[in-house]
């Protein structure tokens, strides 16, 4: 709780000074006109020697994780269905909140609203710990006055996100390891095995067998330019990463993720599953269609994406039906198309792209559960390849050398 020192004037005209400790400048306000003073100047204290101010504590705190995030919205859908308003919810999870850096970001946004700041907009200023997505809803619970609904909703969404990850990740785990170990056997192979065998490989007078020799080149030139191959690969590494990050290459980035094998299908269901979800939040909360177009743009995350979405927008302001659009857009499937054709004809279109969003989650989470066991088919194909290149050519010499020692005996 921060420390204020303030500056008062008392009933007779006597000024006074003092220190109180307070959640807000309003309750220091308060407390000193409970004891009939009259306040002329509140400043926060500032931190004595061996204490930790605010600032100080991103210095040595840990960023919120995904579960603080997930919990602190699910506390502030508790709070604000039970009618507790925004300033007292936050001050109240300031208390029981034991990330030090969301409580700073917490106590940063109660001054915020305090000063007049909306609460998307003070949650704006921590994009580390409230993503795009977050505060647009936000933002739109704000301008329909259901933020319980937004918090819901975000909880929702974050709970299948942190889900849709963990399955990713534990459908990744096995062939990652795979890859490393394959890349390390190729590495001790390279620098330390193969070498051996070429001075045995040497007294051979004919010609070698096509494996051995490719293993031999292969040997060689991983031995003689491995430096560079290194200095290469990080160069390349680093120069795709400074790329994704300039417009044209994160727009290109964002399209080619769709498109990639196994990932891309999940990648592209889970985004328009996002827009999906955005979007019938958007409409059931009562905002324009083409506000609604506007959020939903930001809140995909994705570039691409995004530029279709506005390509939609532009077509519903041109007078295009929200069907019409949405076809030329190229995103959404023949089924997903007639599902928004129902909701247009009913006007149920929040519920339809709520089934929308669901249709997707569904196809995701299914998607997710069969891709390790599409990936391993590939990475046993692959080891048996590199294992039968390798078996073929150190074995085929000693084979030939065997040969020829048993036709001169």
Not at 166 to 195: C, D, E, H, Q, W
Not at 404 to 409: G, R, S, T
């Amino acid at each position: 709780m921060p420390t204020y020192h303030y500056k008062g004037r008392k009933i007779g005209g006597a000024q006074v000074t003092g220190q109180l400790s307070a959640q807000s400048t309003d309750a220091v306000v308060e407390a000193l006109l409970k004891q009939s003073i009259q306040p002329l100047e509140i400043k926060v204290a500032t931190a004595q020697k061996g204490e930790l101010k605010t600032s100080d504590i991103g210095l040595f705190a840990e960023w919120p994780t995904e579960d603080d995030v997930i919990l602190f919205t699910r506390q502030m859908y508790s709070l604000s269905k039970a009618g507790v308003p925004v300033i007292r919810s936050l001050q109240g999870l300031t208390e029981s909140t034991h990330n030090k850096k969301l409580v700073e970001a917490m106590n940063r946004i109660i001054e915020r609203l305090q000063g007049g700041t909306d609460l998307s907009g003070a949650m704006n200023e921590h994009p580390r710990i409230f993503g795009q997505i977050y505060i647009r809803v936000v933002r739109i619970g704000e301008s329909t006055g259901r933020m319980e609904e937004a918090f819901d909703q975000l909880y929702k969404y974050l709970s299948v996100e942190k889900e849709t990850r963990k399955k990713v990740k534990s459908a990744m785990r096995y062939p990652t390891f795979v890859v490393i170990a394959i890349t390390i056997a190729m590495g001790v192979l390279n620098y330390f095995v193969i070498p051996k065998f070429e001075g045995v490989f040497k007294q051979f007078k004919s010609e070698l067998p096509l494996p051995t020799r490719i293993l031999m080149g292969t040997s060689k030139f991983t031995i003689n330019h491995g430096v560079e191959m290194l200095v290469f690969i990080l160069l390349a590494v680093f120069s795709f990463r400074y790329y994704i990050r300039t417009p044209k290459g994160k727009l290109w980035w964002d399209e080619k993720k769709l498109t990639l094998p196994l990932a891309g299908s999940i990648l592209n269901r889970a985004t328009l599953g996002r827009f999906a979800r955005s979007f019938a939040m958007g409409s059931r909360s009562g905002l324009p269609i083409v506000q609604t177009m506007n959020a939903v743009a930001e809140a995909v995350d994705n570039t691409f994406v995004e530029s279709k979405v506005k390509e939609i927008r532009k077509g519903i302001e041109r007078g295009e039906s929200m069907l019409q659009s949405c076809h030329a857009s190229g995103l959404f499937t023949p089924l997903v198309l007639q599902m928004m054709a129902v909701g247009e004809e009913t006007g149920n279109m929040d519920e339809m792209m709520q089934e929308v969003a669901e249709f997707y989650e569904r196809e995701v989470e299914y998607d997710v559960s069969k891709l390790s066991s599409s990936i391993e088919p590939i990475m046993l194909g692959v080891i048996g390849v590199m294992v039968l290149m390798l078996a073929l050519g150190i074995f085929l010499p000693m084979w030939e050398m065997g040969s020829a020692a048993l036709k001169k005996h």
